[in-house]
């Protein structure tokens, strides 16, 4: 049965005579991590190329809203979109012009609240994407701003009086008045004034973070907040959450703004989570964040894994054979250890910034590869799209400042015609072009096949799901892979229940003696796939196809000296 989310609590404001006193000492960081957590699978939307509702080639709100039912078929209960705000779209939502308004071509504040609303009916939450750390050139208040006549919101961005300076992007000669903006990624994103950690005494426009600018923006950023999660949004994903606070290189005065976001949070609005695209997990953790990922930025562990091709090298996870989980693991270790149970590290497929996991992969190659991202600890995120291998499209003009990442951002393909059953438009007035090719992956061909990818990714996620010891706390013991070898096998548990991983994603055969306490378990398949047990005398060996995979429930007591479970070899 379905059952209805409870809506998150309005803003609780304290009892009058007892606002917080400024000159007081900060109360200790109190971590709150809210308990659906522990049980989400996210699903990431790239909202222009999702589904298009109203025959404008351009994905919507009302097409996600119609795709709810899909969504949670996959085994996802909690959604990301990425930004949604109203924007001119010079770099595909991340240069907002008005926090409080949903852009036109996605819909309306109306329909994200039907959104909302549709998503909790199904058990479902929604995450939006809080681009804190600047806003559009077309923002009111930065053109207010670069009046010559000075303003209030001025001081919310940060003005150099440098010509050149060797730390700080700046962009010179815009405003009407003598100073350059410090922007943040493309020219058209000023910063957000968040001040500095350490101000430098020789530049005076180098703000604190106690002056009134960044008191005042720190204060509309958890306003925006307040606005969204009242109109039944249930958390953000931070962008570029380590970059608030300029010239903080240990991101003191960054952690404690997000710690001070966590504390408001969980005071006014205990359901909602925090996510960080920080790229350091701990470190994300430790700033208050309830998630953050391991990327292809920030540490090498997940590059490693898929995508050191790019880099010249070679991933864990490719039919070569020829790349080491060595690093991942150690990272993975200390990453956990240090993160400990203040919040949760993420595996994502993909997103929006990089190419598509399907890259030169084979679909047995990305059997192997999701079956170690749905059975790893965290909580996993699945990009649309990846769960049918939707192709990355290769040298696509830039659209909306995507450049390289444009091919992994093309919309949904959901059946058969010329736009997928994306859009009604003609393929020329869509967002971007859908995959030409006769043998294009489709949800609706996949539908209807139970051995395709998209079954397969259902699968995992029903097992995930079903099964504790495959949870997001479950603990994991890693038991061959190391020093670069093949296969990756490791053990999950969570009170009685235990599962055996083991994977291959090299193309050669490989096996693999079973620890003493294994060899002597009763292994009952869960889900494999070219993979064998054998037995000789006290020895027992797991035998791996190339690519082959499996899992195995473990029971600590067998019957017989020997257990073997194979499925399609």
């Not at 001025?154 to 730390?167: A, C, L, M, V």
């Not at 000023?190 to 009134?212: C, E, H, I, M």
């Not at 548990?493 to 994603?505: E, F, M």
Request: hydrophobic fraction near 35%; include cysteine; proline fraction near 8%.
């Amino acid at each position: 049965m379905d059952l209805a989310l409870a809506p998150i609590p309005t803003v609780v404001k304290p009892p009058a005579g007892e606002a917080e006193n400024p000159d007081a000492a900060p109360a200790a960081f109190q971590p709150h991590l809210p308990a659906w957590l522990k049980d989400a699978v996210f699903y990431q939307i790239f909202p222009p190329s999702f589904q298009d509702s109203n025959g404008d080639g351009i994905g919507d709100l009302p097409g996600i809203t119609a795709r709810l039912d899909y969504i949670k078929s996959l085994g996802c209960n909690a959604i990301w979109l990425n930004p949604i705000f109203e924007s001119p779209f010079m770099d595909a939502g991340y240069d907002i012009s008005d926090f409080y308004k949903v852009a036109p071509r996605y819909g309306s504040n109306a329909d994200a609240r039907r959104l909302f609303r549709e998503a909790h009916k199904r058990g479902l939450r929604v995450i939006l994407d809080l681009v804190a750390g600047h806003t559009s050139i077309e923002h009111p208040g930065f053109k207010a701003a670069c009046k010559a006549k000075p303003c209030k919101t001025r001081d919310w961005y940060i003005w150099s009086k440098n010509f050149r300076d060797d730390k700080y992007w700046l962009v010179r000669g815009y405003a009407e008045h003598d100073g350059h903006f410090v922007y943040n990624f493309f020219y058209f994103q000023p910063s957000l004034n968040y001040g500095f950690a350490n101000p430098d005494p020789a530049q005076k426009w180098q703000q604190p973070v106690t002056a009134r600018g960044p008191r005042e923006v720190r204060a509309m950023i958890q306003d925006v907040m307040r606005f969204w999660l009242d109109l039944g949004c249930d958390g953000f994903r931070v962008d570029c959450a380590f970059t608030i606070v300029k010239n903080d290189p240990d991101y003191r005065e960054t952690k404690a703004y997000w710690r001070e976001v966590h504390t408001m949070l969980a005071r006014e609005y205990p359901g909602a989570a925090l996510i960080a695209e920080w790229g350091v997990p701990h470190e994300g953790i430790d700033a208050g964040f309830h998630i953050d990922f391991l990327l292809h930025f920030g540490l090498p562990a997940y590059t490693t894994l898929f995508r050191q091709e790019a880099r010249g090298g070679s991933s864990y996870f490719h039919k070569a054979g020829q790349g080491s989980a060595e690093t991942f693991l150690d990272t993975w270790r200390e990453e956990s250890r240090a993160a400990g149970n203040r919040g949760y590290i993420a595996l994502p497929t993909g997103n929006h910034d990089i190419p598509r996991i399907s890259r030169n992969r084979s679909r047995r190659e990305l059997d192997v590869a999701y079956a170690f991202l749905f059975t790893m600890p965290g909580i996993p995120f699945l990009y649309y799209g990846d769960e049918i291998g939707l192709a990355f499209q290769e040298r696509l003009p830039s659209k909306e400042g995507g450049y390289d990442r444009t091919g992994a951002r093309t919309p949904m393909q959901w059946g058969d015609g010329p736009a997928a059953g994306f859009s009604t438009a003609a393929p020329d007035r869509l967002y971007l072009p859908v995959d030409r090719r006769k043998a294009r992956p489709t949800v609706a061909a996949q539908e209807a096949d139970p051995r395709s990818l998209l079954n397969h990714v259902r699968a995992l996620l029903r097992l995930r799901r079903e099964i504790p010891a495959l949870g997001s706390d479950g603990a994991v013991e890693f038991l061959h892979g190391q020093n670069g070898g093949y296969p990756l096998v490791y053990v999950r548990r969570q009170g009685g229940s235990q599962v055996l991983v083991a994977l291959n994603p090299a193309a050669r055969e490989v096996d693999v003696a079973l620890p003493f306490e294994l060899a002597h378990a009763k292994l009952e398949p869960l889900l494999t796939r070219g993979t064998a047990l054998t037995c000789s005398g006290s020895d027992t060996r797991l035998t791996l196809k190339g690519c082959g995979f499996c899992l195995y429930s473990i029971k600590m007591h067998r019957e017989h000296p020997c257990y073997a479970g194979t499925e399609r070899p």
